[in-house]
């Protein structure tokens, strides 16, 4: 029996510094991660404002684009009237000259 409790005991006291060097490791790697995540947080920062200015400036360009298109639509819709309009004309002038 005495030897069932000593054996118990023994893997108790191993599990304890098995937890125990756990429980450092988490903590120093808490604090690494604290660390990098200090030195690389403006980094990102950074980073994310470029994102942000990037996005801004394709939605510009994007509601240039699209204004331009109608534009453009516009003006052939224009163009395809004078386009009639002149031909029109070049009909009534070649009829009058027969």
Do not use: C
Request: proline share 1%; net charge positive; glycine share 2%.
């Amino acid at each position: 029996m005495d030897k069932v409790y000593t054996l118990i005991l023994k893997y108790l006291k191993k599990i304890e510094k098995s937890i125990i060097f756990g429980m450092q490791n988490l903590n120093l790697f808490f604090d690494k991660k604290k660390t990098i995540d200090t030195a690389y947080k403006p980094i990102l920062d950074e980073k994310l404002n470029d994102v942000k200015n990037l996005k801004n400036k394709l939605n510009v360009l994007q509601n240039k684009n699209a204004s331009f298109e109608k534009q453009i639509k516009h003006l052939r819709g224009s163009m395809m009237k004078k386009e009639k309009l002149i031909k029109n004309l070049q009909d009534i002038i070649s009829q009058r000259q027969n």
